[in-house]
């Protein structure tokens, strides 16, 4: 079946700190990757999407790329903003079922 | 435009009674999708509905059902809660069923059963 490891947090970082969340799936096929990410009180939003090996995505400073050798689909962002504090989902999807599979979310806190 | 909206946003419930969410989709959206977060369990995919059927079901018990109108909003039904069915209920929807058309989440129904 179809899996989504995500780094584990909580993750504590200072204001223009460098960003990586590490992200790594399993799948049957070959899959869609997506980062989501939620605020406090809030749903998820979209923050990002890869849909091929080397795809590149990219929105408000973070970056994932597709790497299909070592299946992962790490998120970074070069300076980290206060504002960025949420959580961040790594998710996949694969094939006709339209279900999404969810890693289990890191926790991210900037300081000022 | 005006993003996926749930009602209500909180909803408290006794064991043993019934809950129905609602969800409006993206206009022009014909998917909707219902997962559940529940701490300590994370995100898990409910139901996939799209032109008023039932498309792909995720392992939860048959208590767990809902529909779609023509008007492509959604309502979620839980029957005989249960203390662990208090949980986030989120919606989405999406434009189509291609593999890259992306999920657009709503804010949230909390679930909190007593």
């Known amino acids: 079946g179809n899996s989504v490891t995500q780094m584990e947090g909580p993750v504590t970082l200072s204001e223009e700190a460098f960003l990586t969340i590490n992200c790594t799936y399993t799948?049957?096929?070959?899959?869609?990757l997506f980062w989501y990410v939620q605020y406090p009180g809030e749903g998820l939003q979209l923050l990002l999407k890869a849909t091929k090996a080397d795809d590149k995505g990219s929105n408000k400073g973070f970056e994932a790329t597709y790497r299909k050798e070592t299946t992962s689909f790490h998120l970074e962002k070069g300076s980290v903003q206060v504002s960025d504090s949420a959580v961040y989902f790594c998710?996949?999807?694969?094939?006709?079922?339209?279900?999404?599979?969810f890693g289990s979310g890191t926790q991210l806190t900037v300081l000022p | 435009e005006a993003g996926v909206t749930q009602s209500p946003t909180h909803l408290i419930k006794t064991r043993g009674q019934q809950a129905t969410l609602r969800c409006s989709p993206i206009s022009g959206h014909t998917s909707v999708y219902w997962y559940q977060q529940a701490l300590g369990l994370g995100l898990q995919f409910l139901l996939w509905y799209d032109e008023g059927e039932e498309r792909n079901r995720g392992n939860f018990p048959p208590r767990f059902s809902g529909r779609q109108f023509p008007n492509y909003s959604s309502e979620l039904n839980v029957n005989a809660l249960e203390l662990e069915d208090s949980a986030l209920y989120l919606c989405?929807?999406?434009?189509?069923?291609?593999?890259?058309?992306?999920?657009?989440f709503g804010n949230g129904t909390r679930l909190t059963v007593t």
């Open positions: 799948a049957t096929g070959y899959p869609s």
């Open positions: 989405a929807s999406s434009s189509d069923r291609g593999r890259n058309s992306p999920l657009h």
């Open positions: 998710a996949l999807m694969d094939g006709s079922a339209r279900q999404l599979t």
